[in-house]
């Protein structure tokens, strides 16, 4: 179930103004929204990001329409329609002793040290019992801020450095350097939840049978169209957003067509479908992932010929998924572990992030046959329809259509676009990676 709910029709999207983004608790709504901002402007809308049990249950969009303040019994009614029909979900909390220990890897580079320091506080505050974090310096040349100075004063972080770039490359650093049971990823430019990794050590405990936990990672801000559109065209991280817990369980048996399906369970282990392992990209994203160290060593390493920082520029955290689902290992996905994710704020940003998304897939594809030759079967069997899901003319969220404007019809072109160059950038990176080893 997406939770997507917007109300009325807004007057105020043929020009863009920011979202603002409030998450409420449904049991407790008792504040208007204001449509002023802090410096005095306007906000086009909100997204009312409602909360039900500790865990999101949907977005709603919420226009101001030149109003200057939404009352908070409309809230609360907003707040209520999403959830109409719904059976609460509020399992147990897990004891903190049945908890694994867990480790939390971030690379950076070290482009955005305030964003990142944020971050890292964000994590140093987590409410997990046995958690540190590990940050990986993959910085290149002199960053202006070095990695010592942006963990100071936090207890939980301690800074290693990875030299062979790539992210790929930076999260087995982290690996090898964690001392956790769980190892837990997410990226420079996300904020989680404080509540985070609890949900993923939580989801853990209660099913020893999953491998991963994936997490639902919502905008950190809307402030810009380029923003909107990347919400709009890809849906987020992800995909379509859900917003209910369930497994993705890989069919491994008899036959390459068969393992190359991944059948989507809810939370009861009822089949809800089936879909191609190279859409694995409905799974999750590297912002919000975690393994348990067996799986990682079962599966080794990420390929550092994929992900940023690398010509491949991505693919690597749908590579590690597509390899455990592969293999027949299971998937949950857990929406109460927030994050925070900055989109992208200008247009040629998100124009070349959507080119690098589509060259990264196709590379990926490629890592995956040179690998093992007999995903040529798998892709033969499945991709064509992955490859038509994925790239749709008109990929949008389900439901209505987000406030503000429509974006550029040529935003899915240009991931097709990328898409062509993919195999022979896997191949130079893969070169290039050999040349760090040598």
């Not at 709504?29 to 204001?34: D, H, I, V």
């Not at 072109?413 to 950038?425: Q, T």
Request: charged share 25%; proline share 8%; with cysteine.
């Amino acid at each position: 179930m997406p939770g997507y709910v917007l109300p009325v029709s807004s007057a105020e999207t043929s020009g863009y103004a920011p979202i603002r983004i409030v998450v409420i608790d449904a049991e407790a709504p008792g504040e208007g929204l204001s449509a002023r901002r802090d410096d005095g402007a306007r906000w086009g809308g909100a997204w009312l990001v409602v909360c039900s049990g500790g865990a999101p249950a949907g977005i709603v969009e919420v226009p101001f329409d030149g109003r200057d303040e939404v009352p908070a019994d409309e809230v609360r009614r907003l707040a209520s329609r999403l959830l109409e029909g719904r059976e609460p979900h509020w399992p147990e909390p897990v004891p903190d002793a049945e908890l694994p220990s867990a480790t939390v890897v971030v690379p950076t580079n070290l482009a955005r040290p305030e964003q990142l320091r944020a971050g890292l506080e964000a994590l140093d505050r987590l409410d997990y019992p046995d958690a540190e974090v590990v940050l990986v310096d993959n910085s290149r040349g002199t960053p202006a801020v070095g990695a010592a100075d942006v963990v100071a004063g936090l207890s939980r972080v301690r800074a290693v450095r990875e030299a062979v770039p790539g992210i790929s490359a930076a999260r087995n650093a982290g690996v090898r350097a964690a001392r956790g049971e769980v190892v837990a990823f997410t990226d420079d430019d996300v904020r989680v939840d404080p509540r985070w990794l609890r949900a993923l050590g939580e989801r853990f405990a209660r099913h020893p049978d999953e491998d991963a936990v994936t997490g639902l990672i919502l905008p950190g801000e809307l402030e810009t169209p380029a923003q909107l559109w990347f919400e709009r065209h890809y849906g987020g991280f992800g995909g379509t957003r859900v917003f209910a817990p369930m497994t993705y369980r890989g069919t491994s048996g008899a036959g390459i067509a068969r393992r190359a399906e991944v059948r989507v369970l809810d939370a009861g282990q009822r089949e809800l479908r089936r879909f191609a392992v190279y859409g694995a990209g409905a799974v999750g994203a590297g912002a919000n992932m975690a393994f348990r160290r067996t799986a990682l060593a079962r599966l080794g390493d990420f390929d550092v010929a994929l992900g940023t920082g690398t010509p491949s520029k991505g693919g690597e955290d749908l590579a590690m998924f597509i390899r455990l689902l592969w293999l027949g290992g299971a998937i949950g996905y857990e929406p109460a572990a927030v994050v925070f994710h900055t989109h992208r704020a200008g247009e040629d940003e998100l124009r070349a992030q959507l080119h690098d998304y589509g060259l990264g897939f196709t590379a990926m594809l490629t890592s995956l046959v040179l690998r093992d030759p007999r995903h040529v079967l798998g892709l033969a069997a499945k991709v064509p329809a992955a490859v038509r899901s994925r790239w749709a003319t008109t990929s949008e969220p389900a439901g209505p259509p987000p406030l503000g404007p429509v974006p550029p019809a040529d935003l899915a072109r240009l991931e097709r676009a990328g898409g062509r160059r993919g195999p022979g950038a896997y191949v130079r990176s893969l070169r290039a990676a050999r040349g760090h080893r040598s």
